[in-house]
């Protein structure tokens, strides 16, 4: 039986944020969620039962970041362009900027997959049908990504250490 | 296994907290663009009321459900999208108006509910009572045998009495005005307290 999306968007609704923060940046991840969450409603009496669902949003929001990449490519905003949501509330604390910056520096695919993987939990599988690559590309995409954020972002080690 | 450790650590910090503000605003945006674009074809909300808390769930044609607390209603919304649609959101916006007549009706403010009903929940005779049964006045109760006569099914009482039971809308559609010929109560959704309360509060205006 296939569940009310109500309970889609209140299960899965925290993940595919984060997610969205990981891939695109704080600022443009609210923007993401709800034009994913929209498709999802659009596409989702099409859904098989059996399908995961959370793979399913991480696809759809896969989608949408890359269209709001290629939007902000088309017209860069000017630096000192003050955000218009007051989202600082929401953004994880300043003092992870440096990390924010690290995930920023990422190659995309590698940055993807380091959300897909270690935000949303996926499976390699799932991964490499988002990426469109082989299993053992995404791994790596996943494992080097990982390994370049640890080395442009010590703190995590540090924090893991001291732990 | 340092690794691993690190792993977790590192997914640690990029699952950022999501306080429950922003998830409410981002819900409210959705609401919005899901009906402009005719995506919701279940709108819901609960409401608070002397009988307890109450669903109420609305497509575009009109008011499709109320349901008391007793009936679960996270199943009532699971039968809602087998019957119709999975497209089921929370939004209180379509409800305001039903919200507004319900609280109305609870203060002795109203007597009739002037609301567009959608009735695809029920079929044949069923549907035949239950469109009948906003004819009992408020204040006024019928027994299921009147029913029956009413509409022109004089044997029916017992499938009266099931399509009652049945009532997709109840309170708005007034199920609990239908009694046992002896004047008992019968059985309602609602349970007896609530059918109580509710002819009190009809025969206390």
């Known amino acids: 039986m296939k569940q009310p999306f109500e309970n889609v968007v209140a299960q899965h609704g925290a993940t595919v944020l984060r997610v969205c923060r990981v891939v695109l940046g704080p600022h443009d991840a609210d923007d993401a969620w709800s034009e994913t969450f929209l498709s999802a409603l659009r596409a989702y009496p099409d859904l098989p039962e059996t399908a995961n669902v959370e793979a399913w949003l991480v696809t759809i929001a896969h989608r949408k970041a890359i269209d709001v990449l290629r939007v902000a490519k088309r017209n860069p905003l000017p630096v000192d362009e003050v955000p218009e949501a007051p989202t600082g509330r929401d953004i994880p604390d300043s003092g992870d900027s440096d990390l924010w910056a690290a995930v920023k520096g990422l190659p995309s695919k590698q940055r993807q997959a380091v959300a897909y993987r270690y935000v949303a939990g996926l499976a390699y599988a799932e991964i490499a049908e988002i990426l469109g690559g082989t299993i053992e590309a995404a791994r790596r995409a996943a494992a080097d990504g990982l390994k370049n954020l640890r080395k442009k972002y010590p703190g995590a080690i540090t924090r893991g250490a001291s732990s | ?205």
């Open chain 2, 1 to 205: 296994m340092n690794d691993i450790r690190h792993d977790d650590d590192m997914a640690a910090l990029l699952s950022t907290p999501v306080d429950a503000g922003t998830l409410s605003r981002l819900h409210r945006r959705l609401e919005q663009a899901a009906e402009r674009a005719n995506l919701v074809d279940v709108a819901y909300t609960t409401i608070d009321s002397p009988v307890g808390k109450l669903l109420l769930a609305a497509t575009p044609e009109g008011l499709v459900r109320v349901a008391y607390a007793r009936e679960d209603h996270d199943r009532v919304l699971e039968a809602l999208s087998q019957k119709l649609s999975p497209r089921i959101l929370r939004a209180p916006k379509r409800l305001d108006e039903v919200a507004r007549e319900i609280d109305e009706y609870f203060a002795k403010h109203r007597q009739v509910f002037d609301l567009k009903l959608d009735l695809s929940l029920s079929r044949g005779f069923r549907r035949l009572v239950q469109t009948h049964l906003p004819e009992i006045g408020y204040g006024q109760t019928r027994s299921y045998r009147d029913m029956a006569e009413l509409v022109g099914n004089p044997k029916a009482v017992r499938a009266v009495g099931t399509a009652c039971a049945t009532n997709p809308l109840p309170i708005v559609v007034p199920c609990h005005r239908v009694l046992r010929t002896d004047g008992t109560l019968g059985g309602y959704i609602g349970g007896l307290e609530a059918k109580t309360m509710l002819l009190n509060l009809e025969a206390a205006a």
